[in-house]
């Protein structure tokens, strides 16, 4: 079955440092998304995008986060300058629009030290 | 209104119950409701889903109840197993004007299926 991949599984920076996060979707999707999920908590919405645009964004996804799909294959969530509270599951998924499920990866475990 | 209310927290079954999970919105424009299983350090499964025009959806040993008027639906699992044990998250999708869509997720509930 086809799946989302994402990279590293887990990455500890310092507070201050950029991120990268890194996700190869499904390759027939076209609707990619990026989710946190905050220990114990539930799943927040963060992005959606879609033809090579951010679609929609929430009020967590502010000037520091950015997102890129630089090559057709990867799609990438950046932090610029870590704070201690980004610290949270990071989950990409994927989808091939509407009324299908999304995807989602196994998630990048940031820890922000 | 972009809420997701999902109950209960927490649930102890004995192998061979049914537990129920139930969770209520207020958003009439969400348009579609779908059910995720999260194992410890996976991300999100798709379940099983339903779309508001259904009352009821079964896959296998799960039912999604349906009910519009209410806003409300529910995951039940029928002879819950040990391996059912895991984190279960109801979702509501939205669509804005411009096409974007996004999923509002409930708090989720940790089932615990006891051989």
């Known amino acids: 079955e086809p799946e989302v991949t994402q990279t590293p599984s887990h990455q500890v920076t310092q507070m201050g440092q950029e991120v990268i996060l890194r996700c190869v979707p499904i390759?027939?999707?076209?609707?990619f998304y990026w989710y946190r999920q905050i220990l114990g908590q539930k799943v927040e919405f963060l992005v959606s995008f879609y033809n090579n645009e951010i679609s929609e964004k929430s009020e967590i996804f502010d000037d520091q986060f950015s997102v890129e799909r630089p090559d057709g294959s990867n799609f990438t969530l950046k932090i610029r300058s870590t704070k201690l509270e980004d610290s949270a599951m990071y989950f990409c998924?994927?989808?091939?629009?509407?009324?299908?499920?999304?995807?989602f990866g196994s998630g990048t475990r940031l820890t922000v030290v | 209104q972009q809420q997701v209310k999902q109950s209960p927290q927490s649930l102890i079954v004995q192998k061979g119950g049914i537990p129920i999970i139930n969770c209520a919105y207020e958003n009439t424009a969400f348009d579609y409701f779908p059910w995720y299983q999260q194992f410890p350090g996976k991300g999100p499964a798709l379940l099983i889903a339903?779309?508001?025009?259904?009352s009821e959806k079964k896959e296998g040993r799960f039912t999604i109840s349906f009910n519009k008027s209410a806003k409300q639906f529910s995951l039940h699992i029928m002879d819950s197993q040990p391996g059912d044990s895991a984190t279960y998250f109801c979702?509501?999708?939205?669509?804005?004007?411009?096409?974007?869509?996004?999923?509002?997720f409930g708090k989720g509930t940790k089932l615990t299926v006891n051989p």
């Open positions: 390759s027939n999707h076209l609707y």
């Open positions: 339903i779309r508001p025009d259904v």
């Open positions: 979702a509501a999708r939205k669509r804005s004007q411009g096409g974007s869509e996004k999923l509002v």
């Open positions: 998924a994927s989808s091939q629009g509407a009324y299908y499920g999304y995807t």
